[in-house]
């Protein structure tokens, strides 16, 4: 006999049997007691949540001959024919297949039909979103004048795709995401049922994977299976592709300590293990809003699924950290998910990860004020300041034949390129499109050039970087950066432009607080490296 999948063979078979949703399970029990049977029912909610389950559960409850407290008896003629997926008057759609509208005027040609073997004829439309607009119209009129023996259920996880005039026709029902404790209980009890082993770790593991479905937790008890009867927290880290959390206890120790070395190390470590750069991302991500969480809610039952040895080890952390880094920490973690869409997505985590370690690199407001209450609190940080450096040294007089960066002062018997001021300066539209280009041609300048601007000058493209780097990077005339910036903008724009860094208005520390913040670091005394 074929192997049956766990979360087909444990689907819910009563309304009594399904797990996180009982304000929906009492008011569908209710309303199958005293007969009160709608013609049109919406079943909404994240994927595994239960919503073909309790949409077959009614099917089954509506044509039940002996109903006991709102649940199909499961014994009867009906019910039996139902299980046995025998019945021509249960009929399931995939929305998803059948999205025209011959296919919704085939079923409206059907429903006119009286049911041949039960009580009602049932409609089941499984992601029902995905009709186009013509098979919603098909399908309006049929809800608005229904036969008496037809019912039909709906199911969609993106309820905001569907027009109000089919919303405003059905009794709609939201399913919630199921609770990790609910998802840990039922993980337990199918383990008694088919006596294997599990940990209390493990369990806590697969539900925050699932991500309150509990179709996916299921899925993933299966994959755990395939090797072992005796499941532990290791196994479900290597089914899934985890890091762990020691790992993550790691990275976020060398965050907070700055030590970029160290963080990068233990990102090459877990690339080479084969976990996925996205994956790592967002366990980061999730582990600093753990950390949050934690640090901000006094509450003794704290709303973040983890062993009781974890959240140890997170009130611990959160003692250590700033709420302010913490929030920072997620703010670039957010913005590195969005950039590893289309870009090599190990370079881009690990760029982020040292501007985390490394305030100095950043211009914005948050990284700025690390450096701040770095200094004010006499930690030893290297502050790289470029700009000084350069003025120490005398440039040397350029050749004519090079290409001048606009902002670089010349010796006053050359002519110094006249740069318009910033209202006259002609931005470019489509610098988002050249940045696209140079996510998949150059991921390095890519990544240094993050929001940034850029500008028109005559023959000059002057771009508008709060990254400090950006003027290391393009340097050299020979620079790969310089001329994959220039190539990418040639494509866009097609003409060639020499390039050179934006210079900023002046702007006083009144009316800008990141200037007065960067004041206020040059007045500090900064720590030799010493």
Request: with cysteine.
């Amino acid at each position: 006999m074929a192997y049956k999948a766990l979360y087909r063979k444990y689907r819910p078979q009563t309304f009594s049997d399904v797990v996180g949703q009982d304000h929906i399970v009492e008011t569908l029990k209710g309303e199958l007691a005293s007969n009160k049977i709608s013609h049109a029912y919406l079943f909404t909610g994240t994927r595994g949540t239960g919503k073909t389950s309790c949409a077959k559960i009614l099917a089954k409850a509506v044509n039940c001959q002996d109903i006991k407290d709102g649940d199909p008896c499961l014994s009867c003629d009906f019910c039996n024919l139902i299980s046995s997926e025998e019945a021509t008057d249960i009929v399931e759609i995939d929305a998803a297949s059948n999205t025209g509208v011959d296919d919704i005027r085939v079923l409206r040609d059907q429903i006119v039909f009286s049911p041949t073997s039960l009580k009602y004829r049932v409609y089941i439309i499984d992601e029902v979103h995905m009709l186009s607009t013509s098979a919603f119209n098909a399908l309006l009129k049929t809800l608005e004048e229904p036969p008496e023996h037809a019912i039909f259920i709906l199911a969609t996880t993106e309820v905001h795709k569907l027009p109000a005039t089919i919303l405003s026709r059905c009794q709609r029902f939201d399913f919630r995401r199921i609770e990790p404790s609910k998802i840990c209980e039922r993980i337990k009890y199918i383990a008694d049922k088919e006596n294997f082993k599990i940990t209390d770790e493990a369990a806590t593991l697969i539900a925050a994977a699932a991500d309150g479905g509990m179709r996916d937790a299921l899925s993933i008890l299966d994959l755990c299976l395939s090797g072992t009867n005796d499941i532990t927290e290791e196994t479900v880290t290597k089914v899934c592709g985890m890091s762990g959390n020691e790992y993550l206890n790691k990275l976020s120790d060398s965050i907070i300590a700055q030590d970029t070395e160290a963080a990068l190390t233990l990102i090459d470590e877990l690339h080479r293990s084969s976990v996925d750069m996205l994956r790592l991302c967002n366990e980061l991500s999730a582990h600093f809003r753990d950390i949050m969480v934690v640090k901000t809610v006094s509450a003794k039952t704290k709303p973040v699924v983890c062993s009781s040895e974890q959240l140890k080890v997170l009130e611990k952390k959160a003692e250590t950290f700033d709420i302010k880094d913490v929030m920072r920490a997620l703010t670039m973690l957010s913005a590195c998910l969005s950039g590893m869409q289309n870009s090599d997505r190990r370079s881009i985590l690990e760029m982020t990860v040292i501007k985390l370690c490394t305030p100095s690199l950043c211009q914005d407001y948050d990284s700025l004020e690390k450096r701040v209450r770095n200094l004010e609190s006499g930690r030893t940080v290297i502050v790289e300041e470029p700009e000084k450096k350069q003025e120490k040294k005398t440039p040397a007089p350029k050749k004519q034949e090079e290409e001048p960066l606009v902002t670089e002062e010349k010796p006053a018997v050359e002519e110094k390129p006249k740069v318009e001021e910033k209202g006259n300066q002609e931005p470019i539209n489509e610098w988002k499109e050249i940045m696209k280009i140079l996510s998949k041609t150059c991921p390095p300048i890519h990544g240094v050039l993050d929001g940034s601007k850029a500008y028109i000058n005559g023959a000059y493209l002057l771009i508008d970087a709060p990254n400090p780097m950006f003027r290391s990077f393009i340097k050299k005339d020979d620079s790969i950066y310089k001329t994959a910036i220039r190539k990418a903008a040639n494509e866009v724009l097609g003409k060639s432009y020499r390039l050179g860094p934006y210079k900023q208005q002046t702007v006083s520390a009144d009316e800008d607080p990141l200037k007065a913040l960067s004041e206020k670091l040059k007045n500090l005394e900064i720590p030799n490296k010493e």
